[in-house]
């Protein structure tokens, strides 16, 4: 993997210096399981896997592991913001993944998937 492919891992990793090493391995596992990541450039593969991660625990029974992978899913997104927040798109970020965007889309798509397969919820 050539250096620009890495700039995803490369700026995460200091970050996750002291994160919990179960949290640190599933946002890992989040950014190597993710399909068609992009690692070149943080806030998009943070943000796709992020919303993967999301979608997974949506999907989920709502064991411990899709709690972490809650975590995981969660912690991603916020270092989306982070890696969005210094390099001046934050607003684009938020617009494109937030309620309105992509997470409200996949979310809502999620759950009215999992209501129609009669898995219970609301």
């Known amino acids: 993997m050539t250096p620009t492919a890495n700039a995803t891992r490369l700026w995460l990793e200091p970050r996750l210096a002291d994160a919990p090493l179960e949290l640190r391995d599933d946002i890992l596992q989040l950014l190597d399981t993710t399909p068609g990541l992009d690692l070149s450039d943080p806030v998009d593969a943070l943000a796709a896997a992020a919303l993967a991660g999301f979608e997974q625990v949506v999907a989920g029974t709502g064991s411990r ?58």
């Open 65 to 122: 592991s899709e709690a972490l992978r809650l975590l995981a899913a969660d912690a991603a997104l916020t270092y989306a913001f982070e890696a969005a927040a210094e390099v001046g798109r934050s607003a684009e970020l938020a617009d494109r993944v937030g309620l309105d965007g992509e997470l409200g889309k996949r979310l809502t798509e999620a759950v009215n998937a999992r209501r129609g397969s009669g898995a219970g919820g609301p």
